[in-house]
């Protein structure tokens, strides 16, 4: 299993990214997909999920704001980030599975949302 995340940056407050993540290795239809999220001295912080039927979940300090996606053609899962927040800033990693703690997940991209 292989997932390797892309996108992260530096941002404005109020700002968007996109972030990707790239699977292989697995039947990637067949899997729920999640982001996740870390700062330093922190612990690991769920973000959403995206079952494999297309449903999705949202922790509460990004709902309305963030949406994941996946194409199943390209086994890729997607985070689109607006109105981001100073508080967003993290390593956000890519999780396979339903869980910020899934049995797999890639190197993280950083996300800095700063003036």
């Known amino acids: 299993v292989q997932l390797v995340e892309s996108g992260g940056g530096l941002v404005q407050p109020g700002g968007s990214l996109r972030l990707s993540c790239a699977a292989s290795?697995?039947?990637?239809?067949?899997?729920?997909m999640s982001w996740a999220r870390q700062v330093p001295g922190k612990g690991l912080e769920w973000v959403s999920t995206?079952?494999?039927?297309?449903?999705?979940n949202y922790a509460d300090t990004v709902k309305g704001r963030f949406t994941i996606s996946r194409d199943n053609a390209k086994n890729t899962v997607y985070l689109q980030m607006n109105s981001l927040k100073p508080e967003d800033t993290a390593l956000y990693y890519c999780v396979l599975g339903g869980t910020a703690w899934g049995p797999e997940r890639g190197q993280g991209t950083q996300v800095t949302v700063s003036s």
């Open positions: 290795g697995f039947i990637f239809r067949r899997f729920a």
């Open positions: 995206i079952y494999s039927d297309g449903r999705t």
